[in-house]
């Protein structure tokens, strides 16, 4: 059961396949129903309009001075694995993986907005925990959309899968001209996401500022926890400094000389940036460069991690200084950590760009 539970938050197909078989090949198709009204804040996991968990500002940073310079289109990771309250995204240890199975292979192939406990379970972990770490810098529009169950991303019918896919994108695409239309105003956008949240990410890159007007406006994406592919995106470069705009980030975090075949065997075909330097670079960040790794929500610890980009297969290779709680020690993939990981060298790092997107604005390249 470990090793599943490292398989589905790592989304290693082959290693699933291998212990769970073909049982999420089912023919029937995705359950598409009604399409969220993004004129309605229901359908806004997080709206500079509502107060929301995006709001949220931890314990130790209680005298922060905050501005709102920018605006962040955040996307929420995988959080649709099956009807029934999971207990924690941020402790898979606790969670009862057989009954999971069997709901998965039974569940529709998209969320139901009209889920409480689903939506509930979104704003209390990864709106809260990931989306909050932009609201120092920007305004935070967090969509809820019709998200693709997890067994999307294992199920040998890829066909289905991508319809499964395709209507959650179909939600974001019209979130985000909603966004456009109704908010923007010509206002500097911070593309971000997390595991299925930046798969879409990529899409929407690719549709709305990849060789299109709109690339001046974006002053960083922080595309994390999904592979994104080094020739994905024709004319937004990848971030090679702590401040360069109108680029791309993407980190995928594994326990120092430990990850699964299937990532290692992509040879550095995708992209990734230290999140402790902000740099392609492969010297290892020493945990001087960690300014405050996550532990709950109202404690941070810097100086815990050290990273570096391991050379051959371009991985975040991550170790600890010191001890961690048990659920960071007992799991080599870091998937459902690899915002917590670096949550204040992200929220600092947003500060920066933001400054330094705007000095380009005022005075030019």
Request: net charge neutral; glycine share 6%.
């Amino acid at each position: 059961m470990a090793a599943l539970m490292q398989a589905l938050y790592a989304q290693d197909d082959s290693m699933i396949r291998r212990l769970i078989g073909r049982r999420f090949d089912s023919t029937a198709p995705p359950n598409k129903g009604p399409a969220p009204d993004y004129s309605n804040l229901y359908y806004w996991a997080a709206s500079p309009y509502k107060h929301d968990p995006a709001d949220s500002l931890p314990a130790f940073l209680s005298g922060e001075r905050r501005d709102s310079l920018a605006d962040v289109f955040y996307i929420h990771p995988t959080t649709f694995i099956g009807p029934g309250d999971q207990t924690s995204f941020l402790d898979p240890s606790s969670m009862d993986w057989g009954r999971i199975l069997a709901e998965m292979a039974a569940a529709p192939w998209n969320a139901d907005l009209d889920d409480s406990v689903l939506n509930r379970r979104t704003d209390q972990q990864p709106v809260l925990y990931q989306a909050s770490v932009f609201n120092g810098s920007c305004r935070v529009f967090a969509p809820r959309y019709r998200q693709a169950d997890l067994k999307a991303f294992v199920s040998s019918n890829q066909a289905l899968a991508q319809q499964a896919f395709d209507v959650a994108y179909g939600d974001l695409r019209n979130a985000f001209q909603y966004y456009l239309d109704h908010d923007n105003h010509g206002r500097p956008i911070i593309i971000a996401g997390h595991s299925q949240g930046s798969l879409h990410a990529i899409r929407l890159l690719q549709e709305f500022f990849d060789g299109k007007p709109l690339r001046k406006q974006l002053v960083a994406a922080y595309v994390i926890g999904y592979p994104v592919d080094t020739n994905a995106l024709r004319t937004i470069p990848v971030c090679t400094s702590p401040t360069t705009t109108g680029c791309v980030i993407s980190w995928r975090s594994y326990a120092k000389g430990d990850a699964p075949p299937s990532a290692r065997a992509a040879k550095g075909r995708f992209i990734c940036v230290n999140p402790l330097t902000w740099t392609t670079g492969t010297d290892w960040a020493p945990p001087e460069k960690d300014r405050g790794t996550m532990l709950t929500f109202n404690q941070s610890r810097p100086g815990l991690v050290s990273a570096g980009i391991e050379p051959e297969s371009k991985l975040l290779w991550v170790s600890y200084v010191g001890d961690v709680p048990g659920r960071f020690k007992k799991m080599a993939n870091l998937h459902i950590f690899d915002y917590n990981l670096f949550w204040m060298n992200i929220r600092e790092n947003v500060a920066e760009r933001v400054a330094a997107f705007g000095r380009v604005a005022a005075f030019g390249p």
